[in-house]
């Protein structure tokens, strides 16, 4: 079985300041992971992915992500957040094998950035 | 190009009742996939489906139904509502034939049961 952990639940940060949110995951083979954002009164939007190749993706927003397979992590960072930040962020795995396509989310970290 | 749309934006039930939600996926694709999110959670997946067929589903009661029609369009059907289900239902559509299968969520029914 597959599985996430968001261990931030809710993470308070000063305009400017350094990010990072910690994903771990759990799945007994190849994975793609993905971190998507969820703004106020939006939709879930994607922020990146990884499937395959360098482990240091980058997405919009200047937001990037790191995959670890040795320690099952996929941590998201950004060094200098936005007020436009604040928003709840969802890390999901899914497997590779056809037909496994479901996603599988943590239970998100929201994101406060104090102006 | 339009995104994935859902219909409608909110509703309301009582127990027991029977509920029809509908998606229609971003163009050019034909895969959708429904998720529930609870409040405070992350979406938990419902089932998803391909060619009309419901080809992978999570771990969610047969009160959970769907269908998907010719135009890839999709219903997700609750019967016999409870408090539990009260959440947000999302539909999620994506591409089979272009590789990488990128879900494309859709802003979602809100559904209170009361």
């Known amino acids: 079985a597959q599985s996430v952990s968001q261990h931030n639940h809710h993470v308070i940060l000063s305009e400017a300041a350094s990010l990072e949110l910690g994903c771990n995951y759990s799945y007994g083979g190849t994975v793609n992971l993905f971190w998507y954002v969820q703004y106020p009164g939006q939709h879930l939007q994607l922020l990146l992915k990884?499937?395959?190749?360098?482990?240091l993706v980058k997405g919009i927003k200047g937001f990037e992500a790191e995959f670890i397979k040795s320690k099952f992590s996929f941590n998201l960072r950004k060094p200098s957040v936005q007020w436009s930040d604040t928003a709840e962020y969802f890390c999901?795995?899914?497997?590779?094998?056809?037909?496994?396509?479901?996603?599988?989310f943590g239970t998100g970290t929201r994101l406060t950035i104090i102006p | 190009d339009a995104g994935v749309t859902q219909s409608p934006t909110h509703l309301i039930k009582t127990r027991g009742q029977q509920v029809t939600l509908r998606c229609s996926p971003k163009?050019?694709?034909?895969?959708v996939s429904w998720y529930q999110q609870a409040l405070g959670q992350g979406p938990q997946f419902i089932f998803q489906?391909?060619?009309?067929?419901?080809?992978q589903r999570g771990n969610f009661p047969d009160r959970f139904s769907g269908h998907q029609f010719p135009n890839y369009s999709s219903e997700l059907n609750v019967n016999a509502l409870l408090l539990g289900d009260s959440a947000l239902y999302l539909c999620?559509?994506?591409?089979?034939?272009?590789?990488?299968?990128?879900?494309?969520f859709g802003p979602g029914t809100r559904l209170t049961v009361l």
């Open positions: 489906y391909y060619e009309e067929e419901e080809r």
């Open positions: 999620a559509s994506s591409g089979r034939t272009s590789g990488t299968a990128e879900q494309f």
């Open positions: 999901a795995v899914r497997g590779t094998n056809f037909g496994n396509e479901k996603l599988t």
């Open positions: 990884y499937f395959s190749g360098d482990p």
């Open positions: 163009s050019g694709h034909d895969t």
